[in-house]
């Protein structure tokens, strides 16, 4: 078994004082634009992800700060899934057999288990990519990935 998992971006501390975001590690400082985000999502009945999927009522604002991160994520691991059975000329046998929140987990045979592991965190690294990364500035994206005998790790 080869998993992997991923998340678009890691937001380790969230504080809502007032309408303004303090993010861990000084992000909202390297990302200027970053400082309006939350006053405009206040202001939008909607919140979007960067590939545009659109979620309605939000109430709270947590949720609202939440939906487009987690959305993302959802998204670019959605695009990800696809990736393995376009790519299954470069890993032969490696198939995936799981799906659980941010992790893909692939089936192989024994002897091919780095080299699926090596394919399946590229395959992640470019779903996520295709969606995080249209943009400046570009976010570098980080995969973890084990191999094991059993899917439970």
């Known amino acids: 078994m080869v998993r992997a998992g991923a998340s678009a971006w890691t937001w380790r501390s969230l504080k809502v004082r007032m309408g303004t975001v303090s993010y861990a590690g000084g992000w909202l400082a390297t990302t200027p634009i970053c400082r309006t ?3 405009a ?3 939008e009945a909607s919140t979007r992800t960067l590939t545009g999927r659109r979620r309605t009522k939000d109430e709270r604002l947590i949720d609202r700060l939440n939906a487009p ?3 993302t994520a959802a998204d670019g691991l959605k695009l990800a899934l696809a990736l393995p059975w376009e790519r299954t000329g470069e890993c032969l046998g490696a198939v995936p057999v799981l799906v659980c929140h941010d992790e893909i987990v692939i089936e192989c045979d024994a002897d091919k288990a780095e080299e699926a592991k090596e394919w399946l965190v590229q395959v992640m690294k470019d779903g996520m990519d ?3 990364n249209v943009m400046e500035p570009h976010i570098p994206i980080e995969v973890e990935a084990s191999v094991s005998k059993t899917w439970g790790g």
């Open 69 to 71: 991160v987690q959305g």
């Open 41 to 43: 999502v206040l202001l």
């Open 37 to 39: 985000y939350p006053e």
């Open 130 to 132: 295709a969606v995080v």
